[in-house]
DNA sequence: TTGTAGGCGTTATCAT
DNA sequence: ATGATAACGCCTACAA
C-alpha cells in the first residue's frame, strides 16, 4: 500500500507538500500540484485513516444511533439512515452504526475513544435517554426530531406544527369546513413520538383557528381497525369533506383501497391529502397531494449542523424545516351541499 | 483525555503491560492485572482509536454495504443491518455503513485506507456487481446471500431450497396432496434477487419428487392483485388444501384477512404456512407456522465468517444454513373430501 | 512556495 | 512476568 512517502519521492517533493495538497491548507505552485496529483493517481495512494485520525484533529467519522423500538417504522429509519449517510459521504465522512442495545454505551465510548467527530441521533422521543448523555459528553452532536427539554442540545427536524397549519390552510381555502384527521395507531401517541403529537396540536390549533370541525382518529393497522377508524370519522363528521392522513404507508394504501370499495371518489366526493410521508405517494391509487418529509433534507441539515460544531460554533438550536406543498389533484373544493 | 501512559503511571507498570492487559495477549500477574484494571476504571480510560488502527493489524471496523433498490423491502434490509451490527459489537467491532450510490467505490476506499477490517455485504443479486470488485480487493469479506457466481467468495444464507423441501415435505407428511405457493411480485423474481428464485425452484422439485400438485403466483401487492392470486391458485387445483406464502408481510396480513372474509378456516379448510419471514408471523391472525429467516443467524455467522477470513483462513465457502420449523397451529391434515 | 522535524497513542519486537 | 523502544503514516508548526 502506497504511503505519502511514496507519493512524495515519486512526485519529487516533501511529504508536506502532498499533505497541503491533498487537504488544501496551503496554497501549491500549479506545476507541483499536478505532479502531486498525478503520482496520487499513478500510486492509488489513499491516506491511512488510522493515521490521519491520530494526526488530524478530525477523524472524519460521524457515529450514528438509530434506536429500533417496537413500533418503529423501519423503512422509515432505513431512509433516515441513508439519508444521514449520503450526505455525510458528499464532505468525505463516513458513519458508523451505533445500534439500540448499544447506544448510551456506544456514543461513550466512540466519543472517547475519538473514532467520531460527532454524533447524529435518529428516532428521538420526548423523553430520550440519549438526550442527557448527549448534553454531558459536550461534543458536536445534533438530534433529528425535537424532544421534551432541547436545553443546549442542537436539533433539527420537520416543522410538524407548520406542515399541520399549511394542511388545515390548504383544505379551508378551497372551501372546507369539516376535516377528519387519520392519525398513528394510539400505542405511538403513548410511547413518547413527538412529531405525531407536534402534528396532531398543530392540526387542532389551526383548525380552531379557522373555526374547522374535526376529528380525530388513531387506527391500529390491521383492515378492521382502518374500517372502524373511517367510520368513526364519518359518524362524528356528517359533513366530512377532507381528510389528513399522518400514518404508516400501508394504512394509507388500505384507507384509499376502502375508499375505493364504497364508492368515495377523489377528490370529488372527498379531498384526501397525505401529512409527513416519507415513503412516495405520487405512486397511490389515486396520488395524493402531499406535505412530504423528506429525510433527505433532514439529513443534510443534520450533517450540517454537525459540521459547524465540529469546527467551532457551539450554539445550541433548533432549526425546524419549512413544510412545502405537492399537488396531485387530489384535493379540490367540497361538493356542494345536497 | 487520559492515554495509556496515564495509566501505566497510576498502576505502576510499564505501557507495555497495560496494552498487554488489555490485548490479553499475554498472561500478567494476577495483582498487577488488578491494578492496571482500576487505574483504567478510575481514570476511565479509552484507547485511541485512531492509534490503535494506525499501529495494530486490526481497525475493529467493517464495512457493511446495504444496496437499496426499487424493490427492497426496507424493513428487511433494516433487520440484517441490525443483526451484523449486533453481533459485530459482540467481539468488539463496529459498523461503517457505505450507501448504494457509495458502495462500489466504497468498498475500494475503505479497504484501501485501511478504515475497515473486512466487508460484509447484503442483499445480493444473482450478478452483483459488488462481487467482481470483492473478488480483486482480495481482502477478507463476506456476502449474505449467493450469487450465480461464488468462485472464490464467502457466503452465507439460509438454505432457501432446504426451507422449501421442509415446507413441501411437512405438509406432505400430513397428507396433503394440492398445495399453493404465493411468491413475491413478478419484478422481483426479474430483478434478479436469488431467495424467491431458489424457494420457488426448491419448492417444485420437493412437490415433483413426491408427486404432489403445485400452482404458484406472484401477485402485486395491492388488494385486487392479492385477490386475483388467491383466485388463480384455488382455480389451479380445485382442491387445494395448503398454502406456503413466500411474500411480504403485508401481502401475507392481507391473504389472511381475504381469507377470513371468505369463511375459509385455517387450519380446518386450509393449512397456511409463512416461509422464509423476516417479520413476525406469531401476531398474525391467526399465527402461522414458518419457517423463519433469521437475519440474527445470518448476521452472526456472516461476522464470524469475516473475522475467520482476517485472522487467516481465506477458503472460500457457501454456508447454507439450515432451515427450522416452528409450529404455531396453523397446519393440519387435510379435510376430509366431501 | 516549499522543506524539516516533532509528535499523535498504540502495538509488537526485542530484551531482561 | 515485565520493561524499553522502534515503528505505524500523517499533520502541522516552524524554518528557509
Redesign the pocket.
Known amino acids: 500500500?502506497a504511503?505519502?512517502?511514496d507519493v512524495a519521492r515519486l512526485a519529487?517533493?516533501?511529504?508536506?507538500?502532498v499533505?497541503?495538497t491533498?487537504?488544501g491548507?496551503?496554497?501549491?505552485?500549479e506545476?507541483?500540484?499536478n505532479r502531486v496529483v498525478s503520482a496520487i493517481q499513478e500510486l492509488g495512494?489513499?491516506?491511512?485513516a488510522g493515521?490521519?485520525m491520530?494526526?488530524?484533529?478530525r477523524t472524519h467519522i460521524f457515529a450514528l444511533t438509530a434506536p429500533v423500538r417496537a413500533d418503529t417504522q423501519p423503512g422509515v429509519l432505513m431512509s433516515f439512515v441513508l439519508a444521514v449517510a449520503t450526505a455525510a459521504r458528499k464532505i468525505d465522512y463516513d458513519v458508523l452504526l451505533l445500534t439500540a442495545d448499544d447506544s448510551s454505551t456506544g456514543l461513550e465510548r466512540v466519543t472517547s475513544s475519538r473514532l467520531a467527530d460527532g454524533i447524529i441521533a435518529l428516532d428521538v422521543s420526548l423523553d430520550d435517554e440519549r438526550m442527557p448523555l448527549l448534553r454531558a459528553l459536550n461534543i458536536p452532536a445534533t438530534v433529528i426530531g425535537v424532544p421534551a427539554d432541547t436545553d443546549g442540545l442542537v436539533c433539527v427536524d420537520l416543522d410538524f406544527e407548520g406542515a399541520a397549519s399549511l394542511a388545515v390552510g390548504r383544505l379551508a381555502d378551497l372551501g372546507h369546513r369539516s376535516i377528519g384527521l387519520l392519525g398513528f395507531p394510539h400505542s405511538t401517541y403513548d410511547w413518547g413520538a413527538n412529531y405525531p403529537l407536534r402534528f396532531r396540536d398543530g392540526f387542532q390549533a389551526a383548525a380552531a383557528d379557522r373555526g374547522i370541525d374535526t376529528a380525530f382518529v388513531m387506527p391500529a393497522s390491521d383492515l378492521d381497525s382502518i374500517r372502524r377508524g373511517l367510520d368513526e370519522l364519518f359518524a362524528a363528521l356528517p359533513r366530512l369533506t377532507a381528510l389528513v392522513m399522518h400514518a404508516g404507508e400501508s394504512v394509507q394504501t388500505t384507507v384509499l383501497e376502502i375508499l375505493a370499495d364504497r364508492g368515495i371518489s377523489i377528490p370529488g366526493d372527498l379531498s384526501v391529502l397525505s401529512a409527513c410521508a416519507v415513503f412516495d405517494t405520487s405512486e397511490f391509487n389515486p396520488p395524493l397531494d402531499e406535505i412530504p418529509l423528506s429525510p433527505e433534507d433532514s439529513g443534510t441539515r443534520a450533517v450540517e449542523l454537525t459540521i459547524r460544531q465540529i469546527t467551532g460554533d457551539r450554539t445550541p438550536l433548533v432549526d425546524l424545516l419549512p413544510p412545502r406543498y405537492v399537488s396531485r389533484g387530489s384535493t379540490a373544493p367540497p361538493p356542494a351541499a345536497p
Chains 1, 2 share one sequence.
Not at 519529487?12 to 507538500?17: E, L, N, Q
Not at 491548507?25 to 505552485?29: E, K, Q
Not at 495512494?45 to 491511512?48: D, E, F, K, M
Not at 491520530?54 to 484533529?57: D, K, M, Y
Open positions: 500500500m504511503t505519502i512517502h519529487g517533493v516533501s511529504i508536506s507538500t499533505s497541503y491533498l487537504s491548507n496551503r496554497s501549491i505552485a506545476p507541483t500540484r495512494y489513499r491516506p491511512n493515521a490521519r491520530l494526526a488530524g484533529t
